[in-house]
């Protein structure tokens, strides 16, 4: 087979996966909205019809997606605290029946399995407790009065632990939003004769550079697609070849795809030169190489 032969196969078959992306592509984003939905319902409260949806989601993904596993956890961490304030207001029934419901999922959230059994033996022995109370002189019961504070400390650890959580997601959700507002601000031109290209991310006097993908990893499909952005201009401004290197073969021809997409908006006749390489134990990144170092 001459180099003409392998070269249209490898175009065709570049082809091929780049359609499957596309379609993969809708499905993935409709997927995203969903598990998204989700996650709305359940930060808002809304628990039963987190419930409703999630289970209308496992109906069109995969069961090993990790995803599921992530919003079940949620649900159970979300009726075990809804149980445990109940029990604080001595809502002994309805507190019952928030931890009935965080049953199901208990097994997606192994961690929370000690505060879940202690919060069940807690709605079992209130009405016990009840009727000695009612049959005893009152008196302050230490081993009560202990189990509150223990109650009250893992739950002030956990709202400090969220609170701490929510900084964070604010603090890296603001740095990229000025990382994307600083890539998407316009070049300057000089009226008398065109600059010379900037790069973005890349430094065009190196053989190659490095563009880390951790969004990849995390399923944050906007992060990742304003990085293709930024990526594409630095593609088509020194005529780069692209090294895709993923964790699993299903990321190449989704990446390859929302990048020659770009590519192709900001320079419709440009070819890309794509190669992807599987690295599962390496967070994902792209490599370019100007074309014009070697």
Request: net charge positive.
């Amino acid at each position: 087979m001459n180099f003409s032969t392998k070269h249209a196969f490898a175009t065709l078959a570049l082809s091929l996966l780049l359609g499957q992306a596309h379609a993969e592509y809708w499905t993935t984003d409709e997927l995203v909205k969903g598990f998204n939905g989700v996650s709305a319902q359940i930060d808002s409260g809304n628990l039963q019809a987190a419930e409703h949806a999630l289970s209308a989601l496992q109906q069109n993904v995969d069961k090993s997606d990790v995803r599921l596993e992530q919003y079940q956890r949620e649900l159970a961490g979300a009726y075990l605290k809804q149980g445990q304030q109940q029990l604080a207001a001595k809502n002994t029934a309805a507190a019952a029946d928030s931890l009935a419901k965080a049953k199901p999922y208990m097994a997606a959230a192994p961690t929370l399995q000690g505060q879940f059994e202690q919060s069940l033996a807690a709605t079992q022995a209130a009405p016990v407790a009840a009727k000695a109370v009612a049959s005893a002189p009152a008196q302050p019961d230490p081993a009560v009065l202990a189990k509150q504070q223990a109650e009250r400390a893992q739950q002030q650890k956990l709202a400090a632990e969220k609170a701490a959580a929510a900084r964070e997601a604010a603090a890296q959700k603001a740095a990229q939003a000025k990382a994307a507002a600083a890539a998407a601000k316009p070049v300057e031109v000089a009226k008398a004769a065109p600059a010379a290209p900037r790069a973005q991310l890349i430094d065009p006097s190196a053989a190659s550079s490095s563009v880390p993908m951790p969004m990849l990893d995390a399923q944050d499909r906007d992060a990742l697609r304003k990085l293709l952005d930024v990526v594409a201009a630095d593609v088509v401004a020194f005529n780069c070849a692209v090294r895709l290197e993923v964790r699993e073969a299903k990321d190449y021809p989704f990446v390859a795809a929302l990048l020659s997409a770009r590519i192709k908006k900001l320079e419709p006749g440009f070819t890309p030169q794509f190669s992807p390489v599987l690295k599962p134990d390496q967070e994902p990144r792209l490599v370019l190489s100007p074309q014009s170092n070697g």
